[in-house]
């Protein structure tokens, strides 16, 4: 069975900052790249980061970057997203993905390309 758990979520202000952590109970954690969706009320579930297997490469939304981080422990099957800077708009439920690939340095932006995701975490910025 495979389960990914976020957790970190919360209420912050305008310009604070959070870090959202996955832990992924999958078998060789290592072949899965790795990424963070979000969902907000009556919008459809967008890109907001990915990592590829080995952490080498990553890729944002043009949302987030310069502003939001992913990084990966594999050590720790865990994949981490450091939340900067945080807006209203950012306020939405957060999901973990995570994506079996080959490919050892590429990211998928597309939700339905991804295998295996979370429950959720809630991310609530307030003016």
């Known amino acids: 069975q495979v389960q990914l758990v976020e957790s970190g979520g919360g209420l912050v202000q305008t310009g604070g900052s959070l870090r959202l952590s996955c832990v992924a109970s999958?078998?060789?954690?290592?072949?899965?790249?790795m990424g963070w969706f979000r969902q907000a009320p009556g919008k459809e579930r967008e890109f907001v980061a990915a990592i590829s297997r080995g952490g080498g490469s990553t890729d944002y939304a043009d949302s987030v970057k310069g502003r939001f981080t992913i990084s990966r422990d594999n050590a720790a099957n865990t994949v981490y997203l450091q939340m900067n800077s945080l807006k209203p708009e950012d306020t939405a439920v957060y999901y973990c993905a995570a994506e079996r690939i080959w490919r050892t340095t590429v990211v998928t932006t597309t939700a339905n390309e991804y295998d295996y995701w979370g429950q959720g975490t809630q991310v609530t910025v307030s003016s």
């Open positions: 999958i078998r060789t954690f290592t072949n899965y790249a």
